[in-house]
């Protein structure tokens, strides 16, 4: 298990985790929550493999939960039957390198400029340089290294959670036949109830119409949560710019920011995820 976890975050992102996450401002009541979600997983889970025993592991879940012991457990499980049964993802997820030519096109990038409320913004373009040969399952597989990737890079965005712009400029009709209702709910079950993150907005842009079919897709698999964080800007980003200042954000999104730094991501992802215990979610 190694060290015991003590809290270093920002006094204003501790302030944040009490309030709005019931983070325990005493550290033994924070390890005491830890340790019971351990000690649970362990004793009634004999079928499923823990992937780690950390202590940053299981606070992960716990933050996205708020705490609720019960909830944060069901996703901790639901996250080891995701990895167990949804091979076809997580095989790219432990082994980076496989997805290097999206890694090279840049499909799932963050960037500097936060949210207007704090969150960490994440850039997502499905497709991208792949019109004949991009693959749902290399994409989903890229937003869940995205995700731990910055969950483990800054602990603050375990509290602040994520903001995400998914372009959907690149989007072909040879992804949408991947886009069954099989795979939408694998991947509405990936999402919603195993990742150990807080989603704060989804914001797609240039959807056009084909946004529908996969929206219709995804309903019954989306919660009535995740579905009001959901705003559809297609061409215009008025109200992007309000949640993010566009200064901050690439020309593509009508900013005045920088690019993406493409390159710089995909050297850090296959530079540090998933080798060793520290890194892997």
Not at 166 to 171: H, L
Not at 175 to 198: E, H
Request: some cysteine; overall charge negative; hydrophobic content about 40%.
């Amino acid at each position: 298990m190694g060290e015991r976890y003590e809290c270093n975050l920002d006094p204003a992102v501790l302030k944040k985790a009490i309030a709005e996450l019931n983070e325990p401002q005493d550290n033994d009541e924070r390890l005491a929550a830890i340790d019971k979600l351990r000690e649970r997983f362990q004793e009634e889970q004999q079928d499923l493999e823990l992937l780690r025993t950390d202590d940053m592991f299981f606070l992960r879940f716990l933050r996205a939960k708020k705490y609720n012991h019960e909830k944060a457990y069901n996703m901790l499980v639901n996250y080891h039957i995701q990895r167990r049964d949804f091979r076809e993802v997580f095989d790219k997820v432990d082994n980076p390198e496989l997805l290097s030519d999206v890694l090279t096109h840049g499909a799932c990038v963050p960037i500097r400029q936060k949210a207007s409320d704090g969150s960490t913004v994440v850039i997502g373009r499905p497709g991208i340089g792949q019109p004949d040969s991009a693959k749902m399952t290399d994409f989903l597989a890229m937003i869940i290294l995205t995700t731990e990737a910055l969950l483990t890079e800054d602990e603050a965005v375990q509290v602040h959670g994520l903001t995400v712009i998914a372009d959907y400029s690149f989007f072909n009709m040879n992804l949408l036949k991947q886009f069954t209702p099989t795979f939408g709910k694998k991947m509405g079950g990936v999402l919603g109830d195993a990742m150990p993150s807080r989603l704060k907005s989804m914001n797609v842009v240039n959807e056009y119409k084909i946004f529908t079919i996969i929206y219709n897709i995804m309903k019954p698999f989306s919660k009535p949560k995740m579905r009001k964080r959901l705003e559809l800007h297609g061409n215009n980003f008025t109200n992007l710019h309000k949640k993010v200042e566009a200064s901050g954000l690439p020309e593509f999104l009508a900013g005045t920011g920088p690019g993406l730094d493409v390159m710089g991501w995909k050297e850090k992802i296959l530079s540090s995820t998933g080798q060793g215990e520290d890194t892997a979610l």
